[in-house]
């Protein structure tokens, strides 16, 4: 759907793009022209996925070992990159989360959360943010939140106040350093699945929960990994360079499902139709 070059010249770091949907995303920008560094907490796991994504797609991709909770690893890869080549985008993908009721949470679960999703991609935002500041770099950050910003969540409650505090940082940066040059978006998924979200998030649960999962949505489906990867590309590219403190949803219209007060009336029949019109109008008529 885009310009095959649509990306090229672009340098973008990937957090969490060994695999799932950082994955995926780091093969549809490396499709697109642009260098990508991965970084991830296991060696093993990058390589791989950048040997294949190489291979498949005749990319320049790099990788380094970074645990967005350690502030100084996240410097020291920093300056690595920026000895290579500095970035034109960044895009926050690395995430944990696990279900679990609220109550039930130490200190140590929380923080297992809050450490890499809201102080890490904090960090390795500002990271990024002070050497484009200081060479008056322009550049775009992505970072992926979820459609839980909007409505909370039961029982992943770290996960969203994390993601919640992320879309704050969007919209804030965006007016911050937008005069600067640095452009600020998220985009919040539903789901899409991963394994290392379904292992978490639908642990053990049967075709039939999944089937109920997906009749939940309003599209009565999954997401598919290209159309995450296309909304990430389409949010870097300088072409909507107008585009700044957005969180845009892509979750087939899921978090809607049960707004307003009609959600439900999607069984009714023809017949009850019929027979709702019929009352309506008598009621008219009173
Ligand atoms: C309750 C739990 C728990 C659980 C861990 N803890 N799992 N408590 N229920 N299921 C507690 C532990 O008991 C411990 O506290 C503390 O959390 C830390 O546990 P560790 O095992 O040491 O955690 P850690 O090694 O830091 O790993 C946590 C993690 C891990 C980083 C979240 O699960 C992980 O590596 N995840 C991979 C990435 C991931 O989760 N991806 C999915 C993201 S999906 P105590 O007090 O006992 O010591 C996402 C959005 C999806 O973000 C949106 C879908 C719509």
Not at 202 to 221: F, H, N, V, Y
Request: aromatic fraction near 8%; proline fraction near 5%.
């Amino acid at each position: 759907m885009f310009q095959e070059n649509l990306l090229n010249g672009s340098h973008i770091l990937v957090t969490g793009g060994g695999s799932g949907l950082g994955y995926s995303m780091t093969r549809g920008f490396l499709a697109l022209g642009a260098e990508v560094t991965i970084w991830g907490r296991r060696r093993a796991v990058l390589d791989e996925a950048a040997a294949t994504l190489a291979d498949e797609t005749g990319g320049r991709i790099h990788t380094d070992a970074v645990d967005i909770r350690d502030p100084d690893a996240i410097e020291a890869a920093v300056d690595r990159i920026w000895a290579h080549k500095p970035l034109t985008g960044l895009v926050n993908n690395a995430a944990g989360n696990f279900i679990a009721p609220t109550e039930s949470l130490s200190p140590r679960a929380f923080n297992a959360i809050a450490s890499i999703v809201f102080h890490g991609t904090f960090m390795v935002t500002n990271a990024c943010a002070r050497r484009w500041l200081d060479a008056g770099d322009r550049a775009s950050v992505v970072s992926i939140l979820t459609t839980w910003v909007w409505t909370g969540s039961p029982f992943v409650v770290p996960s969203a106040m994390s993601k919640a505090g992320l879309d704050a940082m969007t919209k804030s940066l965006a007016v911050e350093w937008g005069p600067r040059g640095l452009r600020f978006n998220a985009i919040a998924p539903g789901p899409f699945p991963t394994k290392g979200a379904w292992d978490r998030l639908m642990p053990d649960t049967g075709e039939d929960l999944d089937q109920k999962s997906r009749d939940a949505i309003p599209m009565k489906r999954y997401g598919e990994h290209s159309e995450l990867a296309n909304l990430a590309a389409f949010l870097l590219a300088d072409q909507v360079a107008y585009i700044n403190g957005q969180t845009i949803a892509i979750d087939g219209g899921q978090h809607l499902n049960n707004a307003g007060s009609f959600a439900h009336l999607w069984d009714v029949t023809p017949d009850q139709w019929e027979q709702m019109r019929a009352a309506i109008e008598t009621a008219n008529k009173r």
